[in-house]
């Protein structure tokens, strides 16, 4: 196993719910092998409060998250980028993650579900349950051996099955 952990980039437009989900849920179930990060292209500045409850919900840490740009990894060397958002996935990324491999794992913002708060929840619930199984695909993946090619179509491929 590599003895350093690779750097994950979750992107997401707004970087408020869905990354910062797979930001915690990798951190925590990759257990050093991965050290993740989030931002967004045109981050909101808040995390939602939403997303926070769902990670206290799950017993996750709910400090240190931050609604932020993605310029703000400019000086740190991103190995995987993984944006869960569909507008992020047509965006051109900065030149300094070009070397980053790429995959797209979209899925609802759970952020615009309007309704009671039973509803909330359990849009936030769904999201988090769908991030769980595919950061779980994730982890079993050889990834410190596959080339940057097949690790893109591997990261691809967990991320066009169903949620």
Not at 66 to 86: G, H, M, N, R
Not at 90 to 106: D, I, N, T
């Amino acid at each position: 196993m590599n003895p350093h952990p690779l750097n994950l980039l979750v992107l997401c437009t707004g970087n408020s719910c869905r990354s910062i989900l797979g930001e915690a849920l990798i951190n925590h179930l990759g257990k050093g092998r991965f050290r993740a990060f989030s931002a967004g292209s045109h981050p909101t500045g808040t995390v939602n409060p939403h997303a926070l409850a769902t990670l206290a919900r799950h017993g996750l840490p709910i400090e240190g998250y931050a609604s932020q740009s993605w310029d703000e990894f400019k000086d740190t060397p991103i190995d995987i980028l993984i944006s869960v958002c569909d507008s992020a996935a047509g965006e051109a990324c900065p030149l300094y993650l070009g070397s980053a491999v790429r995959g797209h794992w979209g899925l609802p913002d759970p952020a615009h579900v309007d309704g009671s708060a039973e509803v909330i929840e359990a849009a936030f619930e769904a999201t988090y349950a769908a991030l769980e199984k595919r950061i779980l695909q994730l982890l079993e993946l050889p990834v410190e051996t596959l080339s940057k090619l097949e690790l893109a179509k591997a990261l691809n491929k967990i991320g066009a099955e169903p949620h």
